[in-house]
Nanobody, 122 residues
Framework: QVQLVESGGGLVQAGGSLRLSCAASGDTFSSYNMGWFRQAPGKEREFVARISRRAGFTFYDDSVKGRFTISRDNTKNTLYLQMNSLKPEDTAVYYC???????????????WGQGTQVTVSS
């Protein structure tokens, strides 16, 4: 098993930037493909981005492509999400998740963090 803890959320004005971190412990971090998801009030959890075990492959939802960058440091057991040019519609609770496979569906992820709130004001 792997335990995940997100940090770095907060309140930012539209056009601003935030960097989310996800610290992993327990099982070998580099054994997992990692993803970021978000959930806005009254909406379903949605895919944001994912990265392969050794960071050789990344994939983004169209809504964040060109603005967000997912990365990982396996020596620090940490996943990152750099978010630039933030928009009010990016407001949500952001979750990191771990999977043994390469998926964009939340249902295929085995382990989840508790989430961190990101609020973008207009």
């Amino acid at each position: 098993q792997v335990q995940l803890v997100e940090s770095g959320g907060g309140l930012v004005q539209a056009g601003g930037s935030l960097r989310l971190s996800c610290a992993a412990s327990g099982d070998t971090f580099s054994s997992y493909n990692m993803g970021w998801f978000r959930q806005a009030p009254g909406k379903e959890r949605e895919f944001v981005a994912r990265i392969s075990r050794r960071a050789g492959f990344t994939f983004y939802d169209d809504s964040v492509k060109g603005r967000f960058t997912i990365s990982r440091d396996n020596t620090k057991n940490t996943l990152y999400l750099q978010m630039n040019s933030l928009k009010p519609e990016d407001t949500a609770v952001y979750y990191c998740a771990a999977s043994t496979g390469a998926y964009s569906s939340a249902a295929r992820y085995d382990y989840w963090g508790q989430g961190t709130q990101v609020t973008v004001s207009s």
